[in-house]
């Protein structure tokens, strides 16, 4: 025979069927971790500790703790990847194309950003996974926002759009404490082009 429910008390509604997502739940609180303590500074008993775990129940989900950023880095490799093959491509992407995909994979991993300006040991993890040093990738963005054959100038206004996009995305994005908004980004953008083409 069922318990008969405490009237005063709110009723809870049915219960869940589906299992809380361990391993998001554990990206979450590493991402946390690694922004306030650093890569390096976080352990796997500080992720299992925050969670509520064992290290060997977290061991299940991840098996290191580059497979949990490399978790964390699944999306926006995929950004780079994407923003690789325009470059690759016959007739490439417009430099309002690179910007705007620049501003797109800096708002979705703007909590990544924090990881990487405080411990650079992060980054060489990065670099290992994509087909190309981000350094390569950074220079051959400048390149093709720059256009053809690009002088001095022309990389120097390339390089001060790229940086718009960054900073602006960021500083939009902790402005509003949310998502990026449509017009947020598209007055980054605007910026962005206004540099580029001064």
């Known amino acids: 025979m069922a318990k008969p429910r405490d009237s005063s008390q709110p009723d809870p509604g049915p219960p869940d069927p589906r299992p809380p997502d361990t391993r998001q739940r554990i990206l979450v609180i590493a991402a946390d971790l690694f922004a306030r303590q650093g890569y390096t500074g976080t352990s796997i008993a500080d992720i299992a500790r925050e969670l509520g775990t064992t290290t060997a129940a977290l061991y299940y989900h991840f098996p290191s703790k580059s497979a949990i950023l490399g978790g964390l880095l699944a999306g926006p490799i995929t950004g780079y990847t994407r923003l ?43 670099d290992a996974q994509l087909p190309r040093s981000s350094q ?62 001064n």
Request: overall charge negative.
């Open 84 to 126: 690789l093959d325009s470059l690759d491509s016959d007739g490439g992407a417009t430099p309002e194309d690179l910007l705007g995909a620049i501003i797109d994979i800096t708002a979705d991993s703007r909590d990544l950003a924090l990881i990487f300006d405080r411990d650079p040991a992060a980054l060489a993890i990065v």
């Open 136 to 197: 390569t990738i950074t220079e051959e963005t400048v390149a093709a926002v720059a256009g053809p054959d690009p002088d001095r100038a022309a990389l120097i206004r390339a390089n001060a759009a790229l940086a718009v996009v960054k900073a602006a995305t960021l500083a939009a994005l902790q402005l509003s404490g949310g998502p990026l908004e449509p017009a947020d980004r598209a007055e980054i953008l605007a910026a962005a082009l206004r540099v580029l083409r």
